[in-house]
C-alpha cells in the first residue's frame, strides 16, 4: 500500500529546517520538536483524507472515461486534532494552508480520456452494471493539479494566514512544512494507484435480437471512498 510513510514527512521537514538561516540565539530544539508533531500530525490527516477519497462526476461513454473530480474530507480539522498545544498561532495557519493546496489539487484532478471499462465498447445489455476502472496511477489524473501542492504554493497560503504580527520564525516553519510535504506527495503520486471505481450506464442502441451490443452512453460512477485508498 503507498501510504506516506509519517518518517519521511518528519525526516524532510527538519533536513529543510536545519538548513535555513535563523536569528542568532534561536533555540532551534523548541522548533525542531514543534515540527517532529506537527508532521505527524499532518501525515495522520493525509492518510484519513487518501482513505477517505473517491472520484464523483465522471462521464463515461463506451469504454473511455472523460471529467469528474476528487472529493474527501476537510484536512484542516483532522491536522489540528493532532496539533501539539500552545502553537496555535502556526498550527491554524498550517492547517489551513494544506487544506487549501490539497482542495485546489482536488478539484482538478480529472479523468483524461482513458480507457477504464474495456467491456462497455459493446456491452450485451440494455445497461452496463458497476463495473471497476482499469486501474492507473494518480499520477494519470492530476499532470496540471499537481502545481497546487508545490513548495512556493503552500508557503504563501501558510504564511498569509498566519496572524499579524507574524510570529517568531513563521515563514521557515512554514518552508519546512512545505517543502516536505511537496517531497513526499510527489514521491507518493506516481505510486498511488485509483481503482475501484465503479463505472456504470445505459446502452441506448441496445435492440436484440437485431442489435445484440452496443456502447454505454452517457454513463456515470458510484461516487464512493476508496478510490486510492489501496
Not at 125 to 148: D, I, K, Y
Request: charged share 15%; aromatic share 8%; glycine share 8%.
Amino acid at each position: 500500500m503507498p501510504a506516506i510513510n509519517p518518517q519521511t514527512i518528519i525526516d524532510l521537514s527538519l533536513q529543510r529546517f536545519l538548513r535555513l538561516p535563523v536569528p542568532a540565539g534561536t533555540d532551534r530544539n523548541r522548533y525542531t520538536n514543534y515540527l517532529q508533531q506537527m508532521s505527524r500530525a499532518i501525515n495522520q490527516a493525509l492518510q484519513t483524507w487518501r482513505t477517505s477519497a473517491y472520484l464523483e462526476g465522471i462521464r463515461i461513454d463506451g469504454p473511455v472515461a472523460n471529467g469528474g473530480k476528487l472529493r474527501s474530507v476537510a484536512l484542516d480539522p483532522l491536522i489540528l486534532q493532532q496539533a501539539p498545544a500552545g502553537w496555535e498561532a502556526y498550527s491554524r495557519a498550517i492547517a489551513a494552508g494544506i487544506h487549501n493546496q490539497f482542495t485546489s489539487f482536488a478539484n482538478e484532478v480529472s479523468v483524461p480520456g482513458l480507457r477504464w471499462y474495456p467491456t462497455f465498447a459493446a456491452f450485451p445489455g440494455p445497461s452496463a452494471p458497476p463495473t471497476p476502472n482499469v486501474p492507473c496511477p494518480l499520477s494519470a489524473l492530476s499532470a496540471s493539479a499537481a502545481r497546487h501542492v508545490k513548495e512556493a504554493a503552500i508557503v504563501g497560503v501558510i504564511y498569509d494566514k498566519m496572524p499579524n504580527p507574524k510570529p517568531p520564525l513563521g515563514k521557515e516553519l512554514a518552508t519546512a512544512v512545505a517543502s516536505a510535504v511537496e517531497q513526499a506527495f510527489m514521491l507518493w503520486l506516481p505510486v498511488q494507484i485509483v481503482q475501484n471505481v465503479l463505472g456504470r450506464g445505459p446502452v441506448p442502441t441496445f435492440a436484440p435480437p437485431y442489435v445484440p451490443v452496443g456502447p454505454v452512453v452517457g454513463g456515470d460512477n458510484i461516487a464512493a471512498p476508496g478510490h486510492i485508498a489501496g
